[in-house]
């Protein structure tokens, strides 16, 4: 009996409770916004039933969140609070697809985030939630990788903002960016690292990029080609480019001669590479154009003179006395320049391993022997 009594009494509680709690109508929401009571409309817009939120609903509440997010945007401070808060109204399907609130909606989270992160880097959940509620907006995507661009160290990759976004049509706009196309080259080059040697790289270039975007990619590729950064990324910049049909037989020739002279390792594109070579000793005119191109590189490419694989040093070096002597000729008179002082180089010296190349046993072979003398000479000071 007793236990009948509590459950009534607890039953008549919750009921009362039910009871108790009022529901606004259209009215109500009518009034509050003609006070501007953001807070309170927004906690009772959802009292009206789904099938009454007809225009005059949708037009309310459009105009009362316009007005919540330019109040909002206009304060020098945002807080957690108020991120959430507008992040939990996006979830709203009516105003998820209102344009200007999305905006709006953008705005305040980019300017929470870029504050939230100069004091303390524990933004990371708010901000892959900010992302993932909208993914598809790649303008949203770019301005988010930006955001994070300097900050390390990064609990989301740079390439799960960038990449969705150079899959859009204007991913040709995106691509002109530094730090997006630092991006592409950085997910090419693990592209091509774990690619078999059945592995198709344009198949990896068109899975990542929107067509669009290779005019921008193929242009810096040239640019890294000529002038990389590391080592590897001429090697990449050129498999990007002949991926696509786009390196010509100049750029080959070329290619495959600096490939020998760097960081060549065994396999298919070292016997390209050699053999390329004695095709140029075959043909002095294709030859002198690579030279030309060779002496324009600052520095000159020649980390293979510094290998501690003797046996592969020695080999490449007596390939080129044999195959392209001019190119040997010029490094070491580019040498013997920098080191007599009869020449000024803006860069420095432009041959920066030619120590390992002079101090090689059997150098006596490869270079005359009037210009390790010289060399020598120059050492002694």
Same mark, same amino acid.
């Given at each position: 009996m007793k236990l009948m009594v509590i459950f009534?009494?607890?039953?008549?509680?919750?009921?009362?409770?039910?009871?108790?709690?009022?529901?606004? +109508?259209?009215?109500?929401?009518?009034? !509050?916004?003609?006070?501007? +009571?953001?807070?309170?409309?927004?906690? #009772?817009?959802?009292?009206?039933?789904?099938?009454?939120?007809?225009?005059?609903?949708?037009?309310?509440?459009?105009?009362?969140?316009?007005?919540? =997010?330019?109040? =909002?945007?206009?304060?020098? +401070?945002?807080?957690?609070?108020?991120f959430r808060y507008i992040e939990q109204l996006f979830s709203w399907p009516h105003l998820k697809t209102d344009d200007v609130f999305?905006?709006? $909606?953008?705005?305040?989270? !980019?300017?929470?985030?870029?504050?939230c992160f100069k004091t303390k880097l524990e933004c990371w959940k708010?901000?892959?939630?900010?992302?993932?509620?909208?993914?598809?907006?790649?303008?949203?995507?770019?301005?988010?990788?930006?955001?994070?661009l300097p900050i390390e160290p990064k609990k989301i990759p740079l390439w799960s903002l960038v990449g969705p976004a150079l899959k859009s049509p204007l991913s040709?706009?995106?691509?002109?960016?530094?730090?997006?196309?630092?991006?592409?080259?950085?997910?090419?080059?693990?592209?091509?690292?774990r690619l078999d040697k059945k592995g198709d790289f344009l198949k990896k270039i068109d899975e990542a990029l929107h067509p669009d975007c290779l005019i921008a990619l193929n242009k810096r590729s040239l640019e890294l080609f000529y002038s990389?950064?590391? =080592?590897?990324?001429?090697?990449?910049?050129?498999?990007?480019?002949?991926a696509q049909g786009k390196a010509d037989s100049e750029l080959r020739d070329l290619f495959y001669s600096i490939y020998l002279?760097?960081?060549?390792?065994?396999?298919?594109?070292?016997?390209?590479?050699?053999? $390329?070579?004695?095709?140029?000793s075959k043909n002095e005119? $294709?030859?002198?154009?690579?030279?030309?191109?060779?002496?324009?590189?600052?520095?000159?490419?020649?980390?293979?003179?510094?290998?501690?694989?003797?046996?592969?040093?020695?080999?490449?070096? +007596? #390939?080129?006395?044999? #195959?392209?002597?001019?190119?040997?000729?010029?490094?070491?008179d580019q040498c013997l320049s920098f080191y007599e002082g009869s020449q000024v180089f803006k860069n420095g010296n432009p041959t920066i391993r030619c120590q390992q190349l002079m101090n090689t046993d059997s150098v006596s072979q490869i270079i005359e022997k009037h210009k390790i003398l010289k060399f020598k000479k120059t050492q002694n000071f």
């Open positions: 009534v009494f607890f039953l008549s509680s919750f009921l009362g409770l039910s009871f108790a709690k009022s529901t606004y +109508n259209l009215s109500d929401l009518q009034v !509050l916004a003609k006070e501007n +009571n953001f807070k309170e409309f927004f906690d #009772h817009a959802l009292d009206i039933r789904p099938s009454e939120r007809l225009d005059a609903w949708k037009e309310m509440v459009s105009k009362m969140a316009d007005l919540m =997010t330019q109040s =909002t945007i206009e304060k020098e +401070n945002i807080g957690k609070s108020e999305k905006q709006r $909606r953008q705005e305040i989270g !980019l300017k929470y985030l870029k504050s708010d901000l892959r939630s900010f992302w993932e509620a909208d993914k598809n907006d790649a303008d949203l995507a770019i301005k988010l990788a930006e955001l994070i040709e706009f995106y691509c002109q960016k530094e730090f997006v196309q630092d991006s592409i080259f950085g997910k090419l080059e693990i592209d091509y690292i990389p950064k590391k =080592t590897e990324d001429r090697e990449l910049s050129f498999q990007i480019l002949e002279l760097e960081k060549p390792s065994k396999g298919d594109l070292f016997n390209l590479s050699w053999n $390329r070579l004695m095709e140029l005119e $294709r030859r002198s154009r690579v030279l030309v191109k060779l002496k324009k590189l600052d520095p000159l490419p020649d980390e293979v003179f510094a290998s501690s694989d003797i046996s592969k040093k020695k080999a490449i070096m +007596n #390939h080129f006395k044999l #195959h392209f002597p001019e190119y040997l000729t010029f490094y070491v």
